[in-house]
């Protein structure tokens, strides 16, 4: 079956710390891969994607994932957070079940960033 | 571009009464769909609709209904409210077409329902 499992779900972190958050999935066909972030009180929004190409993709607000083929990861990474980076991130992988395309999401990371 | 809109952003309903969540998209998407989210287990799809005219179920859709009206409109009904519905329901959008662009979603605001 198709699934998406994020490691974390709950991170604290201080200002100008190092982030990474862990994505695997497990899909069988050719993967389409995002990131998706929800700040407080919002609706989700596409921080990035992946559907060919470069392994390594660059998104919006400094963040990057990293999609390895070989580990059925996409971990989503940036180098020195901020406060304003306090949110909730889904990994989502493209599926494909009953005739219709779909994503399959993570249960989610809750981010919390220190000042 | 409004994107994707959703009405009402927030309800408070008791139990086995009924509502609908609307939701409308000015991008020329063909599918739509509702989730539901809940803490710990991100985003589970309710229903779906490939386009205009038809509509599939998807992971969780006992207790909701949906009517896809035209193009731009695709509205979940809860024809009686449980406490288990309560729950923070989104809207999104795709195109559809060849390539990996159809599995990118547009998510609405969202609707927060509490079933008392």
């Known amino acids: 079956a198709q699934s998406v499992s994020q490691h974390n779900h709950h991170v604290i972190l201080s200002e100008a710390a190092s982030l990474e958050l862990g994505c695997n999935y497990s899909y069988g066909g050719t993967v389409n891969l995002f990131w998706y972030v929800q700040y407080p009180g919002q609706h989700l929004q596409l921080l990035l994607k992946y559907f060919s190409g470069d392994p390594l993709v660059k998104g919006i607000k400094g963040f990057e994932a990293e999609f390895i083929k070989s580990k059925f990861s996409f971990n989503l990474r940036k180098p020195s957070v901020q406060w304003s980076d306090t949110a909730e991130y889904f990994c989502?992988?493209?599926?494909?079940?009953?005739?219709?395309?779909?994503?399959?999401f993570g249960a989610g990371t809750r981010l919390a960033v220190h000042p | 571009n409004a994107g994707v809109t959703q009405t009402p952003k927030f309800q408070v309903l008791k139990t086995g009464q009924s509502m609908t969540l609307q939701c409308a998209q000015d991008?020329?998407?063909?599918?739509m769909y509702w989730y539901r989210q809940d803490p710990g287990m991100g985003l589970r799809l309710i229903y779906y609709s490939a386009s205009e005219g038809t509509t599939d179920k998807g992971e969780v859709p006992n207790g909701y209904n949906v009517s896809r009206l035209n193009k731009r409109e695709f509205s979940l009904r809860l024809e009686s409210a449980a406490p288990s519905q309560t729950s923070v329901y989104f809207c999104?959008?795709?195109?559809?077409?060849?390539?990996?662009?159809?599995?990118?979603?547009?998510f609405g605001p969202g609707t927060r329902l509490t079933v008392t």
């Open positions: 999104a959008s795709s195109a559809v077409g060849g390539g990996a662009a159809k599995y990118e979603q547009y």
């Open positions: 991008m020329n998407h063909n599918s």
């Open positions: 989502a992988v493209n599926g494909r079940t009953g005739g219709y395309n779909k994503l399959i």
